[in-house]
């Protein structure tokens, strides 16, 4: 079953969220941001080009030309590589784990796979990024010795940045398919999350790092 | 808990049969490793795999049939199978089937046992997951799941999750050595079912590599033993090997090749690993060196460098003198000190005319050394860049003394005047307590010491400056050795094999798995597809790097200004060594 919906991030671009349910086990979550667009490129691209120029003409060398060109490639190259995320990908399987995908421009593909021995829940989080308070979903991890505590914070989303709305809906799916996993379970958790029409929101009380 | 069965893609197009393979209660998942064909004989099956779970302690057990209907339903058949499941009995009973030319599958697990309705099965869900069984066997994981030293006994439960599917895997390899042109009483399907395969290259290097490792490792250990001769113990020999480069690298170099060629086999994954990564640093060291060797030796370029060598020492040392006049003068309009100035000058001025003399007393053996020098590239690139240090170090000794020289004087007026500097204020330094107490002076040491301290104050400007001159120059100096040892390092640490491996065969060095959701149909049992997810270069690098032998600065940015204020020697090249002596 596939369902398509958009949104906004916390910068007010638009998001577009495609949920897949491939079973009762199994959903899927795919966060796309806009594509690299033209006129930006175009505006970077001029302004180097223009200071390269201005360069030449005072020193009168060549070099300054070709370097210009060629810094231009290697950046646009390593910025689709490297930096510009184009979707996020959250794949929650029952009894198997969580798996977080985040594909580039370029076509390269990160993956992260949480197995759900590890995960304690998923929460939706406060937190501070530069001079604004966003909400982040994010998987809490437990600790392997001590199996109360959190070990460590696994922030979701992290590029495309949507808004508590979004989150909401796929805090929401989450909850219904690690409810199938605290069910059987006869030890007792020390939070018990059951999916509510109003989510929990957890204040942080850490200082977000920002990405 | 939705059971997963982990299925090989290689037996996804087997002919009907029974499912082999491990089942883990704690993560509700059946590992499939084989499948058995028909005909067979139960009683055979079971003492077959009776043997498979002796030998390699993985609990190998009969999980359910395989049923791949090439032609028609056959109906017959489909009862036969459900008949099996009195025969090896297992919980939970596994049913995969699979129609003909079609994608999906349909699965059922059933338990006799704990079901609500005593007399009927109780149906899990089920999970089905394919995972390519060889990538699987041939993979590591980071960090590994099982420590060395838990490997013997029943190891096989100490690991968790995952990393489970793994380890049954890479220890069932005796289940996979029978292939199907074997005569045995059991027809196994699994990833070497179509036979083992080998090459005759490996074999043989196999074969060789006994006889060779020995040879070496005899002459190696020949090398080690004249090196450790008392002869090379007698003074003043230690000191010098200790302060050249050279030395430390040929040591490191001869540790590495004894590690190579020794004839014990390595024991555990990462010290193969090692291995293998040492003998890649070392072949690209000595082609790198080969290389160098043949631009050298053609065209005449040894000569070239020969008789650049003189001419260039000689316009180091008249720099240095040109400089010598400028400090004597009036230095970027400063007014010195003229006796001080004149002494200071006279005197290293004479020290550059020694070494002119040096240098042009060696000239005529230059090129003899420098072509000796050269064949030392065949060892090695670093052994090479090594040299070049030593060398530059040997050619700027003059500045080293200039330095030291410089340093020490400016040293002692440090401490003269700090202490002077209390006794102006009629303090002293309380040497038992370690801190400075109040002194009465008598009127004549105190008019004494007043007086030196005046000299020594108005002769600060002269000496500080020579000591920054000299100081600036030996840190120039130590810059350029230290840019050609950073450059050692890297060719000695870098584990090339590791990132010849990540780039070429990535599935070898697994950082965790990846799941992907193959095509679905409602009403039929989950599907994916689990991959191999690589390590990133940066973590291959950090974990399988190479031990260097630690010849870097050991003091921070910190200590070291301080030290240069107080006019404390910097040795920057203090080996670890002599830090744990």
Not at chain 1, 34 to 46: I, K, M
Not at chain 1, 154 to 182: G, M, N, T
Not at chain 2, 386 to 410: E, K, M, N, P
Request: glycine share 6%.
């Amino acid at each position: 079953m596939e369902n398509e919906q958009s949104f906004s991030d916390i910068c007010g671009g638009r998001l577009a969220l495609q949920r897949r349910y491939y079973s009762p086990s199994c959903r899927e979550f795919c966060l796309s941001s806009p594509r690299l667009s033209l006129r930006s490129l175009t505006v970077v691209t001029s302004t180097v080009w223009l200071a390269a120029y201005g360069l030449f003409t005072v020193c009168e060398n060549s070099v300054v030309l070709s370097a210009a060109i060629f810094i231009t490639l290697l950046g646009l190259l390593g910025y689709l590589h490297f930096v510009k995320i184009d979707q996020e990908t959250l794949l929650i399987i029952d009894s198997l784990g969580i798996q977080m995908t985040s594909s580039y421009a370029s076509g390269k593909e990160s993956t992260t796979f949480i197995e759900m021995d590890k995960v304690k829940d998923v929460i939706i989080n406060e937190a501070i990024y530069m001079q604004k308070v966003i909400y982040y979903l994010c998987i809490l991890l437990k600790d392997p010795v001590e199996p109360h505590e959190i070990s460590q914070v696994v922030p979701v989303f992290q590029s495309a940045k949507p808004r508590l709305d979004c989150l909401i809906e796929v805090y929401r799916s989450c909850q219904e398919i690690l409810a199938h996993q605290k069910a059987p379970s006869t030890s007792p958790q020390a939070h018990q999350k059951a999916p509510s029409t109003s989510p929990s929101i957890q204040k942080a009380s850490i200082v977000s790092r920002g990405k | 808990m939705v059971l997963k069965a982990f299925f090989p893609t290689c037996c996804a197009a087997a002919d009907s049969g029974l499912l082999v393979g491990r089942w883990v209660p704690e993560q509700s998942s059946a590992v499939v490793l084989a499948v058995v064909h028909f005909p067979f004989i139960p009683s055979q099956v079971k003492e077959f795999l009776a043997q498979v779970q002796q030998t390699s302690q993985v609990g190998v057990a009969v999980l359910g049939t395989w049923c791949h209907r090439r032609q028609e339903p056959e109906d017959n058949l489909g009862h036969f199978l459900e008949g099996l499941s009195a025969i090896f009995s297992h919980e939970p009973w596994l049913q995969l089937c699979r129609e003909k030319g079609s994608t999906f599958w349909s699965c059922k697990a059933t338990r006799w046992q704990g079901s609500t309705s005593p007399g009927a099965p109780s149906e899990d869900q089920v999970m089905i997951v394919f995972y390519d069984q060889r990538k699987v066997l041939l993979s590591q994981l980071h960090p590994p799941a099982i420590l060395p030293d838990q490997e013997t006994g029943d190891a096989a439960a100490g690991a968790v999750g995952l990393a489970a599917v793994f380890h049954t895997v890479a220890r069932s390899e005796v289940l996979f050595r029978s292939d199907r042109f074997d005569e045995g009483p059991v027809r196994l399907s699994h990833w070497q079912s179509d036979g083992v395969e080998a090459s005759i290259l490996v074999e043989l290097a196999k074969w060789a590599s006994g006889p060779i490792c020995l040879l070496l490792a005899s002459l190696l250990s020949l090398v080690s033993a004249v090196s450790a001769c008392w002869l090379f113990k007698l003074w003043p020999l230690p000191f010098i090997w200790s302060k050249l480069s050279t030395c430390e690298q040929l040591r490191y170099r001869l540790e590495q090749l004894t590690l190579i060629f020794s004839p014990q086999k390595a024991e555990n994954p990462s010290q193969r690993m090692r291995k293998a990564n040492m003998c890649v640093s070392v072949l690209l060291d000595v082609a790198l060196g080969l290389t160098l060797l043949s631009w050298l030796h053609g065209k005449g370029r040894i000569e070239q460098l020969a008789d650049a060598l003189v001419p260039v020492a000689d316009r180091v040392a008249e720099e240095l003198q040109h400089l010598l006049q400028w400090l004597m003068g009036a230095p970027a309009g400063l007014k010195m000190n003229r006796a001080l100035d004149q002494v200071l000058g006279r005197f290293f001025l004479y020290h550059i005319h020694l070494w002119i003399s040096y240098i042009h007393l060696m000239s005529p053996f230059i090129e003899r050394i420098v072509w000796h020098v050269g064949l030392s590239a065949c060892l090695g690139l670093t052994v090479s860049l090594s040299i070049l240090s030593d060398i530059i170090a040997l050619l700027t000794f003059h500045i080293y003394c200039f330095y030291v020289y410089g340093a020490r004087l400016y040293c002692l007026k440090i401490c003269g005047l700090s202490s002077l500097w209390r006794l102006f204020r009629g303090k002293k330094w309380n040497v038992l307590r370690q801190r400075v107490d109040s002194c009465s002076y008598d009127l004549d040491q105190l008019f004494i010491g007043t007086l030196l301290f005046t000299i020594l104050v108005f002769l600060l400007p002269t000496t500080a400056l020579y000591y920054l001159v000299f100081t600036l120059l030996r840190l120039l100096v130590i810059t350029v050795q230290g840019l050609i040892h950073l450059l050692v390092d890297l060719i000695n640490s870098l584990p090339l094999y590791a990132l010849g491996l990540r780039l070429c065969r990535p599935y070898r060095l697994a950082a965790g798995v990846k799941f992907r959701v193959l095509e679905q149909e409602a009403g039929r049992p989950l599907r994916l597809l689990m991959q191999i997810n690589p390590l990133s270069y940066g973590r291959v690098v950090h974990t399988y790097r190479l031990p260097r032998y630690g010849c870097h600065p050991t003091h921070s940015w910190g200590s070291l200004c301080r030290k240069l204020f107080f006019g404390e020697l910097i040795y920057p090249w203090r080996q670890r060594e002599d830090k744990q002596d």
